[in-house]
């Protein structure tokens, strides 16, 4: 079914969704970026004591899996959504943001090696 997907159908759900339940008045870009916020943290919650090492084979367990699926769906369902209350178009946010980090942060042998902000 992953395939017949797009960001913008998705969106389209998501507002549909919303509207079925009269959430638009709730979906603020505070509130969304909020809940963004909380839902990042519990993604990041599932990870907080485990070691790196553990933390790379989350998903051998299906229990773990299941929650980190679930709290990235959570994630990018509220993204989506705040970008479309903001107009924001997050294939091509992400596209030239990428194009600004090349020219900040060259590849090795293209210029000066990276230094922290």
Request: proline share 6%.
């Amino acid at each position: 079914m992953t395939e017949d997907l797009d960001l913008a159908k998705l969106q389209r759900r998501l507002a549909e969704f919303a509207a079925a339940r009269n959430w638009q008045p709730y979906h603020t870009p505070k509130n969304l970026v909020v809940a963004l916020s909380v839902e990042a943290s519990e993604l990041m919650e599932i990870f907080q004591w485990l070691t790196p090492e553990e933390s790379s084979r989350v998903m051998d367990d299906p229990d773990s899996a299941h929650r980190v699926t679930d709290e990235v769906a959570d994630v990018l369902a509220y993204l989506l959504q705040f970008c479309e209350v903001l107009g924001i178009d997050p294939l091509a946010a992400l596209d030239a943001k990428i194009d600004r980090n090349e020219q900040r942060f060259p590849a090795a042998g293209e210029g000066s090696a990276w230094e922290p902000d």
